[in-house]
C-alpha cells in the first residue's frame, strides 16, 4: 500500500445526509486513493447493484428514514466482507453497533482528515 495514496484499491460506499459533510469526506477518502461513491440517502445506498465491490462502508449514523446501524446491518447482510466506520457528532457511535458482525470502528465528528484515513486505512487491512 502506498503512503502517498494509503486507500488505493480500495472501495468506499460513503453516505452522509450533511452536503457539506459528504462532500469533504469524499474529497478527504478520493485523495487518499479510495475509489470513493457517495450518496446522501440510506436508500440510494440500499440499491447496491451499481456498486460491484465495497470494501468499507463509511456511514453517519443519524440518517434520514433509518439509522446507520439499520444500513450497516443490511449492507453486510448481502455483503458479509465489508468493514463499516460509522460516523456521529452525537457520542458513542458504537453502542449501537454491537451486534454488528463484522470489523467497525467509529469516528466522533469533527474529525481530522488523517484520522479517518487511519481509520478506513485499518479496516480496509482487516
Do not use: W
Not at 91 to 110: M, N, T, W, Y
Request: hydrophobic share 45%.
Amino acid at each position: 500500500m502506498s503512503q502517498e495514496f494509503p486507500l488505493r484499491g480500495c472501495s468506499i460506499l460513503l453516505v452522509e445526509d450533511d452536503p457539506g459533510v459528504l462532500e469533504l469526506v469524499h474529497l478527504v477518502l478520493t485523495e487518499a486513493g479510495a475509489t470513493v461513491v457517495g450518496v446522501a440517502e440510506p436508500d440510494a445506498a440500499s440499491a447496491l447493484d451499481p456498486f460491484p465491490k465495497i470494501d468499507v462502508l463509511v456511514t453517519d449514523v443519524v440518517l434520514p428514514g433509518r439509522s446507520g446501524f439499520q444500513l450497516a446491518e443490511e449492507v453486510v447482510g448481502r455483503r458479509p466482507n465489508v468493514r463499516v466506520l460509522f460516523m456521529s457528532g452525537y457520542g458513542d457511535p458504537e453502542i449501537g453497533a454491537r451486534e454488528l458482525s463484522v470489523p467497525f470502528d467509529s469516528a466522533l465528528k469533527p474529525f481530522l482528515p488523517e484520522d479517518l484515513i487511519v481509520k478506513v486505512v485499518d479496516l480496509f487491512k482487516r
